[in-house]
């Protein structure tokens, strides 16, 4: 029997999925406002009168107490109940990039749903760096939250606030922030200017802080046991002082943060790891978000930013002369690590920016062997949001939620365990294990949650306890508003 055969029959009986029929059409409006809602399923706080995902409930109402203050509100990051600063930052500046590079590409309501999706992130990290000389980064103590499987709802584990005072660094975090407030002020200049000025005036108070007390935030004893190994800072600090600038260029063209750019690049590594974009490293997003300056403005001083945006665009090309980035067989951006897709979401969106930045001036990518137009770019990204709605070898939407066939046992507490609509008595922490042990559906469906994804080998269990599969995470979806946003208005690139 062929081993496409066996896979069938492995989807079939085991897992109830049946992809006999790949369709040659998508639905990405359908996608693009799925991949919004989920971020409802996400929420912390007191929920407001029109929340749309009705299983969720109010959580995490104390948050702060320990220090006295309001910390209530924001995301959780993944299918836990740890709000993570540094990964909701991160989701937070690549949803207002969505907006601002393709938000007049969506429809009215879902451009909307999207500013009301960052805002409920703004409006949490405001709080964060309210007090002078300190950010709070975290909430929630993780090693304990993970040894328990209960609703957020229900929450009795202690909620540990993480907080770094002066002299003490986080400019990775306090960077990140940075530029999540700087680019959501971009996001809302057009709709609410004084929020906007709130936003950009945080911006710049908070980049200050990273940039004044320099060093990663997990390199503080009494922060790193909270965050490591969840979101240690691996790849340094340095990338997000220079991304952090390179918004607040953008969102207020302010020519101090331009003279950051040109002076600091060397000195904090822009050359470095040019190949990666996401939570952690962000050297391949600034290169693309700096070239704009190059290619709209002439601003040459800034070419290596550029160069290095070129270089990376060039390894995602098969049949350049680069060397390559992994794709499955299947065609899937593989890196290993696991949360794989999150790899795929980022990379889509970045190609899709540069090409609009390459667009607006003719240009192409001089990939030694061959030149690479902005459509090429752009059929690039198509392949990957293809593939994750479905067209792969499993015929399986990582989408949950999306077409007939999505993953239902995804590694999420509050999708997993009954919701408290239909079983309102409380769930201890070890009394939700026979649920996470569960071979039956989740309950409630995380609709719009895009999960981790499948393996190098294009093969997805649908296991609940594979959490580098199985979970889904808010800085996956996040970049993947925008590209979704961009061919809900362009199924046919060109």
């Avoid at 939700?432 to 499948?454: D, E, H, K």
Wanted: glycine share 8%; with cysteine; charged share 20%.
């Amino acid at each position: 029997m062929r081993p496409s055969s066996l896979l069938f029959l492995y989807l079939i009986f085991f897992h109830g999925f049946s992809p006999l029929v790949e369709s040659s059409y998508l639905d990405y409006a359908d996608a693009l406002s799925k991949s919004i809602l989920f971020f409802e399923g996400q929420r912390s706080g007191f929920l407001p009168q029109d929340q749309r995902i009705g299983w969720r409930g109010n959580s995490g109402l104390s948050d702060g107490w320990m220090y006295n203050t309001d910390l209530t509100g924001g995301y959780y990051d993944a299918g836990d109940n740890v709000k993570f600063g540094f990964p909701m930052a991160f989701t937070t500046t690549m949803l207002a990039w969505s907006v601002i590079e393709f938000g007049d590409l969506m429809p009215p309501n879902e451009l909307r749903n999207a500013l009301v999706a960052i805002r409920w992130a703004t409006d949490y990290l405001l709080k964060t760096v309210s007090q002078p000389n300190r950010i709070f980064v975290q909430v929630g103590d993780p090693n304990i939250d993970h040894s328990c499987w209960e609703r957020p709802e229900d929450m009795d584990t202690a909620r540990s606030v993480y907080a770094v005072d002066a002299p003490n660094p986080a400019s990775d975090v306090a960077g990140e922030t940075a530029a999540a407030l700087a680019a959501s002020s971009m996001a809302f200049r057009s709709v609410d200017a004084g929020y906007a000025d709130t936003l950009l005036r945080n911006a710049v108070q908070v980049f200050q802080f990273a940039d004044n007390f320099r060093g990663a935030y997990s390199d503080n004893a009494h922060i790193r046991d909270g965050a490591c190994p969840f979101y240690c800072d691996f790849s340094g600090y340095q990338d997000e002082l220079l991304w952090g600038a390179a918004w607040l260029r953008r969102a207020s063209q302010d020519n101090s943060y331009l003279s950051y750019l040109e002076n600091n690049g060397k000195t904090l590594g822009a050359d470095d790891n040019i190949n990666e974009f996401g939570w952690d490293n962000k050297h391949a997003g600034l290169n693309v978000l700096v070239s704009k300056e190059v290619l709209d403005g002439n601003m040459y001083t800034l070419e290596s930013y550029k160069a290095s945006a070129d270089s990376f665009m060039c390894t995602l090309i098969p049949d350049s002369s680069s060397s390559h980035i992994e794709y499955t067989p299947g065609g899937l951006i593989y890196k290993p690590g696991g949360s794989n897709l999150q790899h795929a979401t980022t990379i889509s969106f970045i190609l899709l920016v540069y090409a609009k930045y390459l667009d607006r001036t003719s240009q192409t990518v001089n990939c030694g062997n061959e030149f690479v137009s902005p459509v090429l770019l752009r059929m690039q990204a198509k392949k990957q949001v293809d593939y994750i709605l479905g067209k792969n070898p499993m015929g399986l939407s990582y989408m949950v939620g999306y077409s007939n066939y999505f993953p239902q046992r995804i590694h999420h507490r509050g999708s997993s365990l009954p919701s408290v609509k239909d079983h309102p008595g409380f769930i201890a922490c070890k009394d939700g294990s026979i649920y996470f042990n569960s071979t039956n559906p989740n309950p409630n469906v995380l609709v719009g949650a895009i999960v981790g994804g499948p393996g190098e080998d294009d093969v997805y269990g649908d296991d609940r306890a594979d959490f580098r599969k199985s979970e889904p995470t808010t800085y996956i979806n996040a970049p993947f508003v925008g590209a979704l946003a961009y061919f809900a208005a362009n199924p046919n690139p060109s």
